[in-house]
């Protein structure tokens, strides 16, 4: 019965649209009191979630990312992005996957990409002749790239849960990332040519070479932040801060865009997203230690390996399960919850840990533009003034497109792990 009013609580308050943090803390609530089960539980829990010192580097990202974009990054990509492929059949589509593939690597966050590049992208390709439901579509789409590039905030969370090398999750998730871009760049194509969308003249290699050197310092961040980590000469959390540091000094005194004035209301804002996310996770871990003593996850474990224990079909069971959870959870809550059991059954099929977490967030990624609670979808349709039913079936190619590496990266493991491997060792 207690696990019932858990269950319900969380799904009354989600579909009434209260936030994903409050749901999974208010029906722990509903939970712990029916139960007659100490209040003092949650803060302990909570504290208990977030107190992991891997997660110090989710605000030193978010930070480092919001300096960049207000030191003038955003401008740059998409010049460096139009200069690439915005010559081609349907190009403003395509330079704005390239644009997300290239901020992607700088913020860490889908919806940090939808929103600062869309502000730019959207309007612009309106203005060219691109129907408003496509450039919101390809716009939502595209942001999904970015927490797959590193740095990423959602591997950073599963290197927390897991205990998996943070460096090789971030070295994993390249490969899918630039996989997704390509395969949403074809579709842009395809669709651009049956829908005979306009496409901008060459510019010359000068002005590529321009572009690339006014964005090389932006896109320099993705390297140091690499560089760092497999040379072993810092952990994540002082890579995040060394790129503080270096977003500080490229936006103030290389760029010279970024005011020092500025910069306390930037640290605000980010402290502001950092905690609504820590926040998440906290509640989530109440949530998800409730139904670790209900002992859900060794139910579903045994749920599954009770229809099948084929590898093949287990993957495609958890994909399944992940898309449907994408639809209606947000990422990080979902991944606090089903991460660790999910990969007790992948590894007892023998799936290499390091390749279910990449093909897991891939998955949840796909969530964030899928209905109803899709919230690069929705930043998307504000900015573009679109009804969300036309950009929901205008964002259906890119879904297949993305469902479609998905597919690969879960059945082909080098795709995951052969990076990683290669650069950090088995």
């Known amino acids: 019965m207690d696990l019932f009013l858990l269950l319900t609580t969380f799904v ?18 509903a939970y712990i ?14 504290f208990a979630g977030m107190d992991v010192f891997v997660l110090l580097c989710i605000p030193g990202f978010i930070l480092a ?70 450039a919101a579509a390809i716009t939502a789409a595209s942001s999904t790239v ?35 871009g390509v395969a949403m760049g074809i579709t842009c194509y395809i669709l651009a040519v049956r829908r005979n969308y306009p496409r901008q003249e060459w510019q010359g290699f000068g002005e590529l070479f321009m572009a690339f050197l006014g964005a090389f310092w932006a896109l320099a961040m993705t390297g140091l932040i690499i560089g ?5 000469i810092a952990t994540p959390t002082e890579t995040a801060i060394v790129a503080c540091i270096y977003a500080f000094v490229v936006g ?41 003593s209900e002992r859900i996850p060794q139910l579903l474990v045994s749920s599954v390996l009770a229809i099948t224990d084929n590898p093949i079909l287990v993957v495609l069971l958890i994909n399944m399960l992940l898309l449907v959870i994408g639809m209606f959870m947000e990422t990080i809550a979902a ?33 964030l533009t899928t209905p109803p609670v899709g919230v690069c979808l929705f930043v998307a349709c504000n900015i573009a003034r679109e009804p969300l039913a036309k950009v929901i079936s205008a964002v259906i190619p890119f879904l297949i497109s993305n469902i479609i590496v998905l597919l690969l990266v879960s059945y082909y493991p080098p795709f995951a792990t052969w990076l990683p491997n290669t650069l950090m060792g088995n």
């Open 335 to 367: 991944l606090i919850i089903l991460f660790v059991p999910l990969l007790g059954l992948a590894t007892s099929v023998g799936i290499e840990p390091l390749h279910f977490a990449t093909f897991a967030v891939l998955n949840l990624m796909i969530g």
């Open 12 to 29: 009354v308050t989600l579909a009434v649209g209260v936030p994903v943090a409050i749901c999974l803390g208010l029906s722990s609530l």
């Open 252 to 292: 103030a005194f290389v760029y010279r865009e970024l005011p020092v004035r500025a910069v306390p209301r930037i640290v605000a804002t980010s402290a502001v997203t950092s905690a609504g996310i820590l926040a998440l996770v906290g509640f989530a871990n109440v949530f998800g230690s409730i139904l670790a």
């Open 146 to 180: 970015g927490p797959m590039i590193p740095p990423s905030v959602p591997m950073i969370i599963v290197g927390a849960l897991s205990g998996i090398s943070v460096g090789k999750l971030f070295l994993a998730g390249a490969v899918p990332g630039v996989l997704m």
């Open 65 to 134: 990312g919001n300096l960049m974009n207000f030191g003038g990054i955003t401008e740059r990509i998409i010049r460096l992005a139009n200069a690439l492929v915005g010559w081609m059949r349907g190009g403003l589509a395509m330079a704005n996957v390239a644009d997300s593939m290239m901020f992607g690597g700088i913020s860490g966050t889908a919806v940090a990409d939808v929103a600062a590049t869309g502000g730019v992208m959207i309007p612009g390709m309106k203005k060219s002749g691109y129907p408003g439901d496509f």
């Open 228 to 232: 760092g980590l497999l040379t072993g």
């Open 33 to 46: 009191l029916a139960a007659g089960l100490p209040v003092v539980t949650i803060p302990q829990r909570m």
